[in-house]
């Protein structure tokens, strides 16, 4: 892989999607007393359910990595560090945050505002109420490796913590 890069603690402020309405998926009612007991039957686990639309964590996706690569693309990571929250802004300043991303520098990220992800989790919820989600997205010459968790911070979600990588495409 040419590159693994994390940050936690992040808070990038994308304010694109309102967290209001945002929840697990609905839990099925119990069943009413009266009918007889069946056996239990396979679900799938309510962490494996997406909790939010394909469309909006979509957009959180390109958002970020669209953000990341306008900072590679000018050497200026300091709207970055402003986008960010208090703590991200505690544990990454600009320079930091250069050095940190230098590994994708020189790639497009860009390209996956026009490619589909593929993904490895689909958004869910922790115990915290954060949400995670990981995935790449395949071009022509190499592979885009993401993943992002999300907190809900004034009825937003913001970045909280990123992982981009670039390797390449099967086949190169």
Do not use: C, H
């Not at 309510?46 to 958002?63: E, F, G, K, M, T």
């Not at 490895?120 to 790449?136: I, R």
């Amino acid at each position: 892989m040419r590159a693994s890069i994390i940050i936690i603690a992040s808070g990038l402020a994308l304010g694109l999607l309102p967290v209001a309405g945002l929840a697990k998926a609905p839990r099925q009612a119990p069943a009413p007393a009266t009918q007889p007991a069946s056996p239990p039957t396979a679900q799938v686990p309510a962490q494996a359910q997406p909790v939010l639309p394909y469309p909006q964590a979509l957009i959180l996706i390109r958002s970020a990595l669209s953000s990341l690569q306008d900072a590679d693309d000018t050497g200026n990571y300091d709207v970055l560090y402003q986008l960010g929250a208090q703590g991200f802004q505690t544990a990454n300043p600009p320079q930091k945050l250069a050095a940190t991303f230098a590994g994708v520098r020189g790639y497009n990220l860009k390209s996956v505002l026009v490619l589909e992800p593929q993904f490895t989790q689909v958004p869910q919820l922790d115990a915290n109420g954060m949400m995670s989600m990981s995935g790449f997205f395949i071009s022509d010459s190499y592979r885009i490796n993401f993943s992002l968790i999300y907190a809900p911070q004034d009825k937003q979600w913001r970045l909280f913590g990123l992982s981009a990588g670039v390797q390449p495409a099967a086949g190169n």
